[in-house]
């Protein structure tokens, strides 16, 4: 029995109308395909590397595919029937000569062809796909090995120096003063970039490029760092922007543990085109839960753009739409990092009890989900001394209503990146907290009827009510009216739209196609 | 009184209070360096209140002192606001009256910048701290191009909205990136548009340094803490002249 007596009723009604509303988005997502989409396929089953100006292998082929039979077919069966026509065994050598203008691409006519091509398609892409499973049993055996995170909420704590070289002894200095989850925050640019750059960078804005061998690079750091500490210390990415679907192909090749992955926030924050989003989103979400990675979902940017009083529903519904789409995708609860955020204004009479309110009326609708809670930022006003303790107030909601994940609040926030000294004074604030009070959730019981639970109803309410203007609307409308966060974001516009297709007749995705067995 | 000195807890007592990180081990000689600092600073004499080992090799620490500096308050130089903060509805009126067209506003975050919460502050209906944004003035014609937009497709947009004004928000200050984004954009409209028909070049981020506008090339800019209606009031103060 929860702490906010909250009507069953309404809960499964909640859970009805986003399944409503987010099913012909769905549907959507089954019958487009995207150049990114495409390319993850193609890293998938085996093409690497770039060209001299950077340019992935894989862009190059999807292009040069495009360009001769367009992308609706996908370009599985075009690629793996061109290798057989060519004598190639390897198909980064077949992008290579396709860059050259030297191959033409086609679907081929006769069944027999065609059986063929998708036969290699599905051996190329099932070996990808092996890689991630042995990766995902590799995790395992490394926790068990070296141990977990020794309690809840996981400890999370970001690193941006924009030089993976940096980056490393700054993560592992990071995790021994205490962080059980470590995340790359990518460079500012990259979201909107429609390529995943090569190798090792050491250039970058208020981030590090995500790449493949920076993934790399900074897992096998941090594994060496685990061994150490005896404890196993997750990293993290992002699976967002134009290129989703690849990074997360990417993410469960190396063995990332966490990637942010959000169902709308590239459409409401970066611009993207939403079908493009959706399309991605599903894939991306199907990879994560083959790799056996947790999402991370992006509800606080939200609260960070309208107030977070009056839009607090806004982050219940979005929490609902996240849910329905992970579990169509595959994705068990323990995988649903459903995020919210410590955003009220704090000179809002009750602004506490408001937070504690919404805290517990997310990780009540989601039981099973390690939730992750997002310090304050809107309100981080340069005054450090009043961010330390906002950051104290932000870290005993987490304790009291048994956060999964908690994103360590710098009080140094809108001030500067994060000191070595923001660094381990924000720790010691976790430190404080938790041990001082990480077990009062099992004495914290709201009064029946009380102001916690009148508000924890009232935005569940709202909420509700939301859905249902949302299933009358369809979901593409209601982003279009700019309802959640307040941007208006049509469907025929927005960046990346030219990458989408719809599926013509007999299109093949050999990585769907296992995803979905 | 055009002469002071910091308070702690006595007029004249000259207290301030510094922290700081020394990349030493913390012993008896780090407390040693960091008082050393601290004198070197101007602390003299520097009480060392606290001291913390960090991580490996690194040592915290908070330090109390008195500074025999004096501040002339005479000498200081800041951008005082020299336009008159009018009302949204002054401002509607007074556009009307004199410009008789609605005044063309254009705004993005140019480079690499993917934070728009600048620009969205100023232009964005919603607005900030209770006032809203330039969108919600009925005689202001606003487009708000958003994120990573590219120097040209800036200056392009500008003059096909024939623009009065455009504003920049620049939030990411790695490298300096929010002074070179801005000269880069400056200079483009200086070599695409002849100078009496250049908009009112407008930049904004909490890291700008307000004296800065002639350097960078700019008209004006904003620091932190600006609001939509103090932008606003600098439009119709430096374009359309006064409301009387």
């Not at chain 2, 909205?161 to 990411?172: E, H, I, R, T, Y």
């Amino acid at each position: 029995m929860g702490k906010l007596g909250l009507d069953p009723e309404v809960v499964r009604r909640a859970r009805e109308l986003a399944v409503r509303a987010g099913q012909p988005v769905v549907d959507l997502a089954r019958s487009h395909t995207t150049v990114s989409v495409e390319r993850a396929v193609l890293r998938l089953a085996g093409v690497r590397g770039a060209d001299s100006d950077g340019i992935p292998w894989v862009n190059r082929l999807v292009d040069a595919v495009r360009a001769d039979v367009g992308l609706g077919h996908g370009v599985a069966v075009p690629v793996f029937h061109a290798l057989a026509a060519e004598g190639l065994a390897d198909v980064t050598v077949l992008a290579q000569k396709a860059a050259a203008g030297a191959v033409r691409f086609g679907v081929p006519e006769k069944k027999g062809e065609v059986t063929a091509a998708r036969r290699a398609a599905r051996r190329a892409a099932n070996a990808g796909l092996k890689v991630v499973d042995r990766r995902r049993a590799e995790r395992e055996r490394l926790i068990r090995r070296w141990g977990d995170a020794p309690r809840r909420p996981w400890i999370y704590l970001i690193v941006a120096t924009g030089d993976i070289y940096e980056d490393i002894p700054q993560a592992q200095a990071a995790a021994r003063a205490g962080a059980d989850v470590i995340a790359v925050i990518r460079s500012t640019g990259q979201s909107l970039l429609d390529y995943v750059p090569e190798g090792a960078t050491r250039e970058g804005f208020a981030g590090t490029y995500a790449t493949q061998e920076n993934f790399r690079l900074m897992r096998a750091a941090l594994d060496e760092t685990s061994r150490e500490l005896g404890r196993y210390v997750r990293l993290t990415n992002y699976a967002s922007g134009l290129c989703m679907p690849e990074i997360a192909a990417l993410a469960g090749l190396e063995r990332l543990d966490m990637m942010l992955n959000d169902s709308m926030y590239g459409i409401l924050f970066r611009d993207i085109n939403p079908i493009r989003t959706f399309v991605d989103q599903r894939f991306s979400r199907q990879v994560h839960a083959r790799a056996g990675i947790i999402i991370n979902t992006g509800e606080d940017n939200y609260l960070t753009t309208a107030d977070a009083v009056e839009a607090a529903h806004t982050v219940t519904v979005s929490q609902l739409l996240n849910e329905f789409f992970a579990h169509e995708a595959g994705l068990a609860d323990w995988q649903l990092g459903l995020g919210h955020a410590f955003e009220i204004n704090p000179e809002v009479p009750e602004s506490f009890r408001l937070e504690l309110a919404h805290a517990l009326l997310a990780r009540e609708l989601f039981p099973d989900a390690p939730l992750k809670w997002m310090p304050p930022t809107k309100h981080m006003t340069g005054d450090v001394f009043r961010g330390n303790l906002l950051d104290g107030f932000f870290n005993l909601v987490g304790a009291l209503t048994g956060q999964g994940i908690l994103l360590v609040g710098m009080m140094t926030e809108a001030v500067v990146t994060p000191w070595l000294s923001d660094r381990d004074i924000a720790l010691q604030n976790v430190r404080y907290v938790l041990s001082g009070a990480g077990n009062l959730h099992e004495d914290f019981v709201p009064a029946p009827g009380g102001f916690i639970q009148g508000r924890a109803h009232e935005v569940l309410g709202e909420a509700v009510g939301l859905l249902e203007r949302v299933v009358e609307d369809g979901l593409l409308n209601a982003i279009a009216d700019g309802t959640f966060g307040i941007m208006k974001r049509p469907a025929d516009r927005g960046k990346g739209l030219d990458g989408v297709a719809r599926h013509e007749p007999g299109y093949y995705n050999p990585v769907t196609e296992a995803l979905e067995s | 009184m055009t002469i002071v000195r910091p308070y702690g807890d006595t007029t004249g007592d000259g207290m301030v209070q510094v922290s700081f990180t020394l990349p030493l081990v913390h012993d008896k000689r780090a407390e040693g360096a960091a008082v050393q600092l601290a004198n070197k600073m101007g602390l003299d004499p520097a009480m060392l209140v606290h001291a913390k080992p960090m991580g490996e090799g690194f040592t915290f620490f908070v330090v109390y002192g008195r500074v025999n500096h004096l501040v002339d308050t005479d000498e200081v130089q800041v951008v005082e606001r020299d336009f008159p903060l009018l009302s949204a509805k002054e401002i509607n009126a007074v556009i009307k009256r004199k410009l008789r067209r609605r005044l063309t506003v254009v705004g993005a975050c140019i480079g690499t910048d993917a934070h728009t919460v600048g620009i969205d502050a100023i232009l964005n209906l919603k607005g900030i701290a209770g006032e809203k944004g330039l969108e919600s003035y009925r005689e202001l014609a606003v487009t708000n191009m958003g994120a990573q937009v590219s120097v040209p497709e800036l200056v392009e947009t500008a003059r096909a909205q024939k623009a009065d004004a455009v504003l920049v928000s620049q939030v990411v200050t790695q490298r300096d990136a929010h002074l070179l984004n801005t000269r880069a954009m400056s200079a483009a409209f200086r070599e695409a548009m002849p100078a009496g028909r250049r908009p009112l070049l407008i930049v904004g981020g909490p890291r700008f340094d307000e004296l800065m506008a002639a350097d960078l090339g700019v008209d004006r800019i904003f620091s932190r803490g600006t609001t939509p209606r103090e932008v606003a009031s600098y439009l119709v103060h430096a374009l359309v002249g006064s409301p009387s």
